[in-house]
């Protein structure tokens, strides 16, 4: 990645500032509440519920601590993920992603057709993972695809699985919490995941030498019900503020995640909660690592806003939409690029 390819190279509009603003407000939530150990007041339950709702709808961001999640575990996969992009270019490519190995090793990724200054490794956390056959929105046929391992580092596979099993705890509480928030019984959005298409991303963005012209992911959504980051102490995540546009790093915090509301709780919520544009800075001198864990529902899933979400006074925004067929065509845009704009949930809004 040593020379810098005109396809990495931004318009001028997108460019990042070098100056950045520090994250003032990306909320950062004590999730001790919750942790099995405890005992929780209702009053002090409740107004985690509301932290949670507040940061959801005001900044579609926020930090986690005390989250549970075994700090060895996390360190485990980061050691791996280290020893995996190490590696010589060769190697990394005997596990690549191709047209029909849709997780593993991707070099080339693009964003809204820039490419992105960054290297990963895609791992699903159900084995196998059900997905269209195609993007044809007639065409029913589905296809079964399942990790590539490495042979280097051993044990990337157990790593990554329990890595994800910890991913899913986190998830179900996080999802907890934000059903309450909306007025929703805890256990509202538990029958999403039996399928779940959802995957780890080991990430590791080199040192540019022009951070000033590229970015390690340019500005995009998630498509996810939530995103759970893990990042190194180098930075680089901005996120669009929602009050002013202005962006506005995510400070890294030891052992804390970052969770975000992805477009699928978008549409679910019916615009209450927001899925927040972000990216990733680079920098010349320090490479940055980060371990994002995508929540998705089954590829068969019609996202659509939750009936007891919607009344006449606050009709359905978005016409509902096969799941599979809409991370299929995303997942197509990142591979090369296209002379199209890339599918967003906007496209099936309702028109007021
Ligand atoms: O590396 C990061 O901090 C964020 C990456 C990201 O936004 C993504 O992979 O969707
Ligand atoms: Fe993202």
Redesign the pocket.
């Known amino acids: 990645m040593g020379e810098v390819d005109p396809a990495f190279i931004l318009e001028p509009e997108h460019r990042p500032r070098i100056s950045y603003i520090e994250g003032k407000g990306v909320p950062l939530i004590d999730l001790s509440p919750i942790l099995s150990s405890n005992n929780v007041s209702a009053i002090e339950f409740e107004g985690l519920v509301k932290e949670v709702g507040d940061a959801c709808k005001e900044w579609g961001f926020f930090q986690v601590i005390n989250h549970g999640v075994p700090l060895e575990k996390r360190e485990k996969i980061d050691d791996a993920s280290r020893k995996f992009f190490e590696q010589s270019l060769e190697e990394k490519r005997k596990v690549r992603r191709n047209e029909k190995e849709v997780f593993g090793y991707h070099d080339t990724e693009h964003?809204k057709n820039v490419r992105d200054w960054?290297e990963?490794f895609d791992f699903a956390i159900q084995e196998p993972t059900i997905l269209p056959a195609s993007l044809d929105p007639d065409d029913k046929e589905v296809t079964e695809c399942n990790n590539q391992c490495p042979e280097y580092p051993p044990g990337l596979r157990e790593t990554c699985q329990d890595y994800g099993q910890e991913m899913l705890k986190l998830s179900y509480k996080l999802l907890e919490l934000i059903a309450l928030s909306l007025g929703l019984p805890a256990d509202r959005f538990y029958g999403f995941f039996k399928d779940q298409t959802s995957y780890i991303?080991l990430?590791h963005?080199p040192p540019c030498p022009t951070p000033e012209l590229a970015l390690?992911?340019g500005q995009?959504k998630?498509g996810a019900v939530l995103?759970i980051?893990a990042?190194d102490d180098v930075g680089?995540?901005e996120v669009k503020r929602k009050t002013d546009g202005e962006w506005v790093r995510?400070k890294p915090t030891p052992d804390a995640y970052?969770i975000?509301v992805g477009d699928t709780m978008q549409v679910w919520s019916n615009d209450s909660y927001e899925s927040v544009e972000?990216?990733?800075t680079v920098n010349s001198e320090r490479e940055?690592f980060?371990?994002?864990f995508?929540l998705h529902t089954a590829h068969y899933t019609m996202v659509k806003p939750l009936e007891e979400l919607i009344n006449e006074q606050n009709p359905a925004k978005y016409r509902a939409f096969n799941w599979g067929k809409f991370i299929a065509n995303r997942k197509c845009s990142n591979f090369q690029k296209l002379n199209v704009e890339n599918l967003q949930i906007y496209h099936f809004k309702i028109s007021e």
């Open positions: 964003t960054k990963v991303r990430n963005y390690g992911v995009h998630d995103t980051l990042q680089g995540l995510v970052i975000n972000h990216r990733v940055r980060s371990l994002p995508f």
